[in-house]
Every structure is written in structure tokens, then in C-alpha cells.
């Protein structure tokens, strides 16, 4: 059994809001728009994270982190990139790839705007943790927190925070 926390689109934020809610998570998943390789480092020294670069991430946090992640945990096939779209309006490219890698969790950011969509025509579960960050036009930070356990993904948990500018 691992705990998941999720986010995305923090653009230079890692603050105690979000460090409270991922507090007792396993592993940190970040899908892209870190804003800069200080935070990815930040993140990584608080949990291990994995991720993947999103477009305002310049060459930097491309060297380190790929444009897509594909891997297994606890049984779960995943596949995180950052430019996804969601389940009848994926991206170009995405359905492609999701027919090849056969996914159960599909993972992306940048609308930021949380999103949790079953696709039942590719019998996956699409996340969006919507935006961490304090920089964008939305109104409420968001992320996410799950379970991965023998083969599924429980205890889904919202979290929440008002936007500070």
C-alpha cells in the first residue's frame, strides 16, 4: 500500500498548506509547471517525487524531469504527463498513447482545474489535482490524495485552499 499526494501547476509555490496535506503521504506526483527547478527540489527534499515537466517549466526542469512518466505502483499502471486533457477531449497525441500503454490511472495538470473523470471507454481513471500554486485564474488551490493498493486506487481525498495574491 503506498499514499499518493498529487498536485500540479504549483508554479513556485510549496508552502504549509500544501506540506500539511501531503504530510503523511509516501510519495509526491507532480504533473508539471513546477516553476522552477528550487521548488521540484524543495518537494523532493520533503518526499520522494516523481513528475513531469510542464510548458511554462524551462530547460533546466526538462533535463531532469520527462515530458511523460509511465510506471507501475502497487499493481496500478500510470501514465502522467502535463498537456493531457480529460476523457472525450484528450490531447493530440494522448489517445494514442493511452491505447498503447493501457494505463489504469491517467494523470495530467494544466487547466488548473481539478477533475476526476472515469473514461470507461479506455477503463481508466483520469486525475487532474487542478492548481497548487497561487499564480493562474483560478480562485482555489487544489490537490489530491489516494490510496494505491492491490491493483486499486481508494480514499481519494480533495484538498483545498483559497487563492492569495
Known amino acids: ?18 506540506r500539511r496535506f501531503l504530510t503523511d503521504v509516501d ?7 513546477f516553476g522552477g527547478l528550487e521548488t521540484a527540489d524543495c518537494i523532493a527534499a520533503f518526499k520522494p517525487l516523481r513528475g513531469v515537466y ?3 517549466d524551462g530547460g533546466v526542469i526538462r533535463r531532469v524531469y520527462p515530458a511523460w512518466q509511465s510506471f507501475v505502483c502497487e499493481g496500478v499502471p500510470v501514465l502522467m504527463t502535463h498537456i493531457g486533457g480529460y476523457p472525450g477531449h484528450y490531447a493530440p497525441g494522448v489517445t494514442e498513447r493511452l491505447h498503447h500503454e493501457h494505463p489504469q490511472l491517467f494523470i495530467s495538470g494544466h487547466s488548473h482545474i481539478l477533475k476526476v473523470i472515469y473514461d470507461k471507454k479506455n477503463e481508466l481513471l483520469h486525475l487532474n489535482p487542478g492548481a497548487a ?16 493498493r492491490e491493483g486499486r486506487i481508494e480514499d481519494l ?9
Open 1 to 18: 500500500m503506498k499514499k499518493i499526494g498529487l498536485i500540479s501547476d504549483t508554479h513556485g509555490t510549496f508552502d504549509d498548506p500544501l
Open 27 to 33: 510519495e509526491v506526483w507532480h504533473a508539471g509547471d
Open 54 to 56: 510542464g510548458n511554462v
Open 133 to 148: 500554486g497561487i499564480r493562474g485564474f483560478h480562485r482555489v488551490r487544489t490537490a489530491l490524495r489516494f490510496v494505491l
Open 157 to 165: 481525498e480533495v484538498g483545498e485552499w483559497p487563492v492569495r495574491y
